[in-house]
């Protein structure tokens, strides 16, 4: 009864405030009309109930022993594009995170050393240096640890560490580069370093979820606003996709068969088959989706989880039918959308000469 009082009281105050809003415009131009009825104040209360729900992503966590530096993201910025880090000087971290696939290969598999054919999809590097932990299975601690991976892996680059570090030292912009950030000669230690430093600048943060988030009404659509009530509701996304990347950062089973996924770092049986929950800010750009780059669009993934996903006996109980008509899943998609900004630019640096 008393918050229905107070519910009353801001109505009215609302209305006055409305009122007064209306008197001062009457000195504005006369094409107004004065007939017009009072736009009437609609207040969606299960709207606000589920924009309560989400957070702003904020300033991404830098390690306390690799601070951010103009020279640091640079240098690792031309790292990241330099073929010499892997084995044969073919492939570099851009073959399968590249900026114009929004920092993934847009394969639904990954193609590794000389054409050896992948058993999962490259994710975003995109927000990536959110995540406490790296890959589908979380079993790198940090972007530092994550990036001497994929060099040293038979199946990706295939790159020895020491002679990766002979072969950059041969190269003298690098030894001169790696001086003057480090103050120290080139180690794999620093080349994690300076390759994080720069991904940690491949971020999305500013999209029209979050400026509607912060009080632009109109920041997105009428549908995405249905998606954003679905999303925190009937469909029950928000119970693993929460938090401020929209990542509970945990390992679920949605149902997908053929990858061992979490048991591989724990070795618990109730792990087989689980992954990482993953961020959506940028998602619309980096299809196919699913670590095993399944599916196709955005539609195809809530389809997915309409239908309560697929079959294995570890599927999280969470994951079950959740009847949504076509509308309701279109209304989703345009959720996804209005969180998906835009992508990071960045130019292909330009690559030291021996
Ligand atoms: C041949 C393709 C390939 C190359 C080259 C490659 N990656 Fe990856 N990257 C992948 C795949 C596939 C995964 C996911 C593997 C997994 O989770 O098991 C991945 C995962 C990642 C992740 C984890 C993202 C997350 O969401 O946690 C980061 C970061 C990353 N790679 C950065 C790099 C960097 C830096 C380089 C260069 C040193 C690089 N990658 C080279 C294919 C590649
Ligand atoms: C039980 C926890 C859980 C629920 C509920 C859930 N998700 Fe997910 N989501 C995940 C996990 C885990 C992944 C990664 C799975 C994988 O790669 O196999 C994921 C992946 C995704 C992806 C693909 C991201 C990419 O880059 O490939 C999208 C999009 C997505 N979820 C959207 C949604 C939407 C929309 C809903 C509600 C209809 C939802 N999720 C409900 C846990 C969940």
Redesign the pocket.
């Known amino acids: 009864m008393k918050k229905m009082g107070i519910g009353i009281l801001l109505l009215f105050v609302l209305l006055i405030l409305g009122a007064c809003g209306a008197k001062e415009e009457t000195a504005a131009p006369a094409d107004k009309n004065a007939n017009e009825p009072e736009k009437e104040i609609v207040i969606d209360k299960e709207l606000e109930e589920a924009k309560a729900k989400f957070e702003p992503l904020g300033e991404i966590p830098v390690p306390a022993d690799n601070p951010m530096t103009e020279e640091k993201i640079e240098l690792g910025k031309t790292l ?1 594009f330099d073929p010499r ?2 084995g044969n000087n073919v ?3 851009m ?3 590249a900026p114009g696939a929004g920092y993934g ?1 847009g394969m639904a598999k ?4 000389e054409g050896f054919n ?1 058993p ?6 995109i927000n ?1 240096g959110y ?1 406490p ?5 979380g ?2 601690g940090s ?1 530092e640890e ?2 001497l991976g ?2 040293q892996s038979e199946v ?2 295939n790159q020895d560490l020491d002679e990766l570090v002979i072969e950059l030292n041969g190269v003298p912009t690098y030894v001169e580069r790696f001086n003057t950030v480090f103050n120290d000669k080139i180690s794999a230690d620093n080349i994690a370093k300076a ?1 994080a430093a720069f ?1 940690r600048t491949i971020v999305i943060a500013d999209t029209a979820f979050d400026r509607y988030l912060q009080g632009e009404e109109d920041a997105i659509s009428v549908d995405a606003k249905e998606g954003m009530k679905l999303f925190a509701g009937k469909a029950g996304c928000i119970s693993c996709h929460a938090g401020p990347l929209l990542s509970d950062y945990n390992y679920h089973n949605l149902g997908m068969s053929g990858d061992e996924g979490r048991f591989a770092v724990t070795g618990n049986e109730e792990d087989k088959g689980k992954f ?1 929950t993953s961020g959506l800010r940028g998602v619309a750009h980096t299809a196919p989706f699913m ?1 095993d780059g399944s599916l196709e669009t955005l539609n195809d993934v809530i389809a997915y989880y309409n239908e309560g996903g697929g079959k294995h006996p570890n599927k999280s109980v969470q994951m079950k039918p959740l009847n949504l008509t076509d509308k309701e899943i279109n209304s989703l998609v345009a959720f996804l959308e209005s969180m998906s900004g835009e992508l990071p630019v960045v130019e292909k640096p330009e690559i030291p000469s021996n």
Do not use: K
């Open positions: 990241y880090l892997s492939q570099s971290c073959s399968c995170h290969d990954f193609i590794g050393f992948g999962r999809n490259s994710p975003t590097i990536s995540y932990t790296n890959f589908w299975d079993r790198a972007l994550q990036a994929p060099i990706e680059m390759i991904e990482r670590h």
